[in-house]
């Protein structure tokens, strides 16, 4: 994997009137100053607000690292998050970020989901979510049943998969609601992108 010198910053949290967004924004702040002192270039996209497609298209075969930031909604993803994903990748099945799904008519028996092309580019989930840490992982919870975030997260991981995209550890800042710890979640954080996103591949 070459060195990270391009990050993609992706802001996919939805404004709601008692959500709006203040520590997603944080975040992302907070990641921006990490990888700029990393030395790296950073473009940020919110994807609440306008954005370009062929400039989204563009920055995700630009980016040697895919950050994304956002609060878990609805057991998933954003509605605006989804939207950008949903319409970014579809574009980019025209061969610039897939070519298809890796089969062809002619050979119809290959892997499904072996046509993404950007291989040597890595990505990393960052989200924030009501559920208290002690909500997964144990199978005596009934509501997740044993499940971790990840598995939680699974379609989001197969997505970036089917792109050829590689998986830097998942960051979570659990229970901001009923019982934040603001300040020690910024400190993991930080600690994360130190340990998971300082350096890899050079």
């Known amino acids: 994997m070459r060195p990270v010198t391009s990050i993609l910053l992706i802001n996919g949290h939805?404004?709601?009137?008692t959500s709006p967004g203040k520590l997603n924004e944080a975040f992302c702040d907070r990641a921006r100053v990490h990888f700029e002192a990393e030395g790296a270039t950073v473009r940020q996209v919110r994807t609440a607000q306008p954005w370009d497609l062929e400039h989204e298209v563009e920055s995700q075969l630009w980016a040697d690292l895919i950050f994304l930031q956002f609060p878990l909604n609805s057991m998933g993803l954003p509605w605006s998050l989804k939207r950008?994903?949903?319409e970014v990748y579809t574009a980019g099945m025209d061969g610039r970020l897939a070519r298809g799904d890796g089969r062809t008519r002619k050979d119809p028996s290959r892997q499904y989901g072996s046509g993404g092309k950007l291989q040597g580019k890595s990505y990393m989930l960052?989200?924030?979510l009501n559920a208290p840490r002690a909500a997964f992982?144990?199978?005596a919870q009934t509501l997740f049943a044993g499940r971790s975030l990840d598995e939680l997260l699974a379609p989001v991981h197969i997505n970036f998969a089917f792109f050829a995209l590689s998986p830097l550890p998942t960051f979570a800042a659990?229970?901001?609601?009923?019982a934040p710890q603001i300040e020690a979640d910024f400190d993991r954080f930080d600690a994360h992108l130190k340990a998971h996103?300082?350096?890899?591949g050079s």
């Open 14 to 17: 939805q404004p709601f009137p």
């Open 174 to 178: 659990h229970d901001v609601s009923k």
């Open 197 to 200: 996103a300082s350096g890899f």
């Open 126 to 128: 960052s989200v924030t």
């Open 84 to 86: 950008y994903l949903d």
């Open 137 to 139: 992982d144990d199978p």
